[in-house]
């Protein structure tokens, strides 16, 4: 039997942030029997917001390195994580995203992308 395409596809998921609330969404990272991934403290990961997928410069970077990606407080946990301080300091509309994790040994597996919406402060 040939097989003519083989593609592993990020999941899609559109996201909205409350601009001056505390943005903490966690989400889990399964295999393909839809158990969790174990072993995330060897990875680390990244999620760029752009306004445009072409754009240059990024709107917002989380990452395990600044805090704003969070692995592994629970089998295959990816939390993604933005303070009230930093929501309320968001001052554009919408935009891109994907997230990607990266294995110690550099393998490069982009779990998720989609839209970003902000719902914008009212009381400030």
Do not use: C
């Amino acid at each position: 039997m040939a097989i003519d395409t083989i593609k592993a596809v990020a999941g899609k998921l559109n996201v909205v942030i409350e601009q001056g609330a505390t943005f903490d969404v966690p989400l889990t990272w399964s295999d393909e029997s839809n158990s969790p991934v174990a072993g995330l403290e060897n990875y680390t990961a990244r999620l760029h917001i752009r306004d445009s997928i072409d754009a240059a410069s990024t709107l917002l970077e989380l990452t395990t390195e600044n805090g704003g990606l969070i692995l592994g407080t629970a089998p295959g946990e990816v939390r993604l994580f933005i303070s009230a301080t930093d929501t309320a300091a968001i001052s554009w509309t919408a935009g891109n995203y994907d997230l990607e994790m990266v294995s110690a040994a550099g393998v490069v597996t982009r779990l998720l992308k989609g839209n970003v919406k902000i719902d914008t402060e009212i009381t400030r």
